[in-house]
């Protein structure tokens, strides 16, 4: 399978052709080795940083990220989860809201609730 790829490892923004092939990944259009990595995990396990929202239990909601990133395909598994979620403020950037999703934690990446 050959895909066309835009890394997003740093500002250059190389347009990469990836593929994997019988004797490894072929990668071509990269200018730097972070970016040969990037493609090859884009072709065997995609992962992304999830950014959303969680309800604050006494009214409103705190933005949230996850520490790491998770499967791509599990993003959608993860969004059901946020949405019944909520946690106590007052909530300072940083605090853990759920541990251990899809192997990593949510944290709070603003200032929320009494007291914030």
Do not use: Q, W
Not at 6 to 29: L, Q, S
Not at 77 to 86: E, G, H, K, V, W
Not at 90 to 99: E, F, K, T
Request: net charge positive.
């Amino acid at each position: 399978m050959k895909k066309e790829i835009t890394c997003i490892v740093c500002p250059m923004g190389c347009r990469m052709t990836a593929e994997i092939c019988p004797d490894g990944p072929k990668v071509t259009g990269n200018t730097c080795r972070r970016g040969v990595d990037y493609a090859v995990a884009e072709l065997t396990a995609p992962t992304r940083t999830v950014t959303s929202t969680v309800r604050l239990s006494g009214g409103g909601s705190v933005s949230v990220k996850t520490r790491e990133p998770i499967a791509k395909d599990k993003i959608f598994d993860l969004m059901r989860i946020l949405r019944t979620a909520t946690a106590d403020a007052p909530v300072r950037i940083g605090d853990m809201i759920l541990s251990d999703v899809f192997g990593t934690d949510i944290v709070a990446t603003a200032e929320a609730g009494k007291e914030a």
